[in-house]
């Protein structure tokens, strides 16, 4: 089985863009999480999403968006971007019934 | 809320030494787990995880953990260090039984092998 893939592996963008993050999960993994991951917070969940449904969100403001496709395939969105949202970003997709999720190689996001 | 304590955010052992990484746990009902990997500019790679089927926990690359309730602990040891081992190492917990897989980290602790 393919593993998670994440696109693209590295971006650079400026301040006030935004940016599109895509993410395909293990075939017949239903639920996507997102993460950030930087030096100063670690790691942070963004949301989840199963079936199409945001089912859960961290503690990021509005301008951190995401949706899933019914093909499972998750994109989440950062608009407005700020110096900050420079990190490691890192998608981990999961179809079991225990929470183990399989992580993706991220993608490095960095904000100028 | 639940949260991931881990001590030591840099821990640095011998080739061929034990490897223990320490993790306490808080969660106010039965968590699950979890110990990742993560080797230089990769994602996270699931080394072991406790679901409530065998307090000790035997992983990847022969890592091994135990779930103490009584401590609030899920440790991570290895007998024996190797160079490859050099990586940083993440212990998570998640609600069992939740509806979301919701993952809290720890804040990680890089491992250095000296030759």
């Known amino acids: 089985k393919a593993g998670v893939t994440q696109t693209p592996r590295y971006l650079i963008k400026t301040r006030g863009q935004q940016v599109t993050l895509s993410c395909s999960p293990i075939s017949g993994h239903r639920s996507v999480s997102w993460y950030q991951q930087t030096p100063g917070q670690g790691l942070q969940f963004l949301f989840e999403?199963?079936?199409?449904?945001?089912?859960n969100k961290g503690n990021f403001p509005g301008r951190f968006s995401g949706r899933q496709f019914s093909n499972s395939r998750s994109e989440m969105n950062v608009s407005t971007l700020e110096l900050g949202d420079s990190a490691l970003y890192l998608c981990?997709?999961?179809?079991?019934?225990?929470?183990?999720?399989?992580f993706g190689p991220g993608t490095r996001l960095t904000v100028l | 809320a639940q949260s991931v304590t881990q001590l030591g955010s840099h821990v640095s052992v011998s080739e061929g030494a034990l490897v223990l990484l320490r993790c306490n746990y808080s969660?106010?009902?039965?968590?699950?787990l979890f110990w990742y990997v993560q080797y230089p500019n990769q994602g996270l790679q699931l080394l072991l995880k406790y679901t409530s089927a065998a307090t000790l926990v035997k992983g990847i690359n022969g890592f091994e953990a135990e779930f103490k309730k009584s401590e609030t602990s899920f440790h991570l040891t290895k007998p024996s260090a190797h160079m490859s081992d050099a990586a940083e190492y993440f212990c998570a917990v998640s609600d069992k039984g939740g509806a979301t897989n919701k993952l809290i980290f720890g804040t990680g602790t890089l491992l250095a092998v000296q030759p």
């Open positions: 999403y199963f079936s199409e449904t945001q089912r």
């Open positions: 981990a997709s999961s179809g079991g019934t225990v929470n183990e999720q399989f």
């Open positions: 969660s106010s009902v039965p968590p699950y």
